[in-house]
T-cell receptor
Framework: AQKITQTQPGMFVQEKEAVTLDCTYD???????LFWYKQPSSGEMIFLIY??????QNATEGRYSLNFQKARKSANLVISASQLGDSAMYFC??????????????FGRGTQLTVWP | SQTIHQWPATLVQPVGSPLSLECTVE??????LYWYRQAAGRGLQLLFY??????ISSEVPQNLSASRPQDRQFILSSKKLLLSDSGFYLC???????????????FGPGTRLTVL
């Protein structure tokens, strides 16, 4: 069974500092995709970044980067230069069937990030 | 461009009443469609998914059901709501077929359901 673990229920970071949100996963599928989503208080789910299991380089999208350590089965999200607007719930998710017709995602329980001035 | 709509945005229903939540997608064809539920302070739980018209797969046993009467329409229903059905319901879609390296799911704005 696929499983996503986010061990940090809450994180605090000062504005302009970097923060790392942890995510570990468990799958026996050799092909999979890893995602991070942001959910502000409004409830919408905003896609941030994607990492494929066979990608050689860590994914980056602006201030977001994914620290992918395949042997450890971890996919931590790094947010650089935090902004007040980054305060939100962050979810790590996995698609264990990349390339299939299913596309379903398994989500972790989330980390509530608070950025303070 | 593709857009996904959900309605209603909020709903307050008494226990035992019926439910119908609607999701529609524009700007794409033959998407995979998903219904998720998020309890307060929790992650997302996949309820149903559909890879085509009339094709529904259920992830968890419950008193909810789903239907896909049209290619880009996905409906979540219940004949009798329970208190435990309260939550935030999100509809999502993704490209069907071999989607390549980025099978990102696109989410709708969600429906907040409160069962009293």
């Amino acid at each position: 069974a696929q499983k996503i673990t986010q061990t940090q229920p809450g994180m605090f970071v000062q504005e302009k500092e970097a923060v790392t949100l942890d995510c570990t996963y468990d799958t026996s599928d050799p092909s999979y995709g890893l995602f991070w989503y942001k959910q502000p208080s409004s409830g919408e789910m905003i896609f941030l970044i994607y990492q494929g299991s066979y990608d050689q380089q860590n994914a980056t999208e602006g201030r977001y980067s994914l620290n992918f350590q395949k042997a450890r089965k971890s996919a931590n999200l790094v947010i650089s230069a935090s902004q007040l607007g980054d305060s939100a719930m962050y979810f790590c998710a996995m698609n264990p069937h990349r390339g299939s017709t299913l596309g379903r995602l398994y989500f972790g329980r989330g980390t509530q990030l608070t950025v303070w001035p | 461009s593709q857009t996904i709509h959900q309605w209603p945005a909020t709903l307050v229903q008494p226990v035992g009443s019926p439910l119908s939540l609607e999701c529609t997608v524009e700007g794409t064809s033959n998407p995979n469609l998903y219904w998720y539920r998020q309890a307060a302070g929790r992650g997302l739980q996949l309820l149903f998914y559909s890879v085509g018209i009339g094709q529904i797969s259920s992830e968890v046993p419950q008193n909810l059901s789903a239907s896909r009467p049209q290619d880009r329409q996905f409906i979540l229903s219940s004949k009798k709501l329970l208190l435990s059905d309260s939550g935030f319901y999100l509809c999502a879609w993704t490209h069907a077929g071999l989607a390549g390296y980025n099978n990102e799911q696109f989410f709708g704005p969600g429906t907040r359901l409160t069962v009293l």
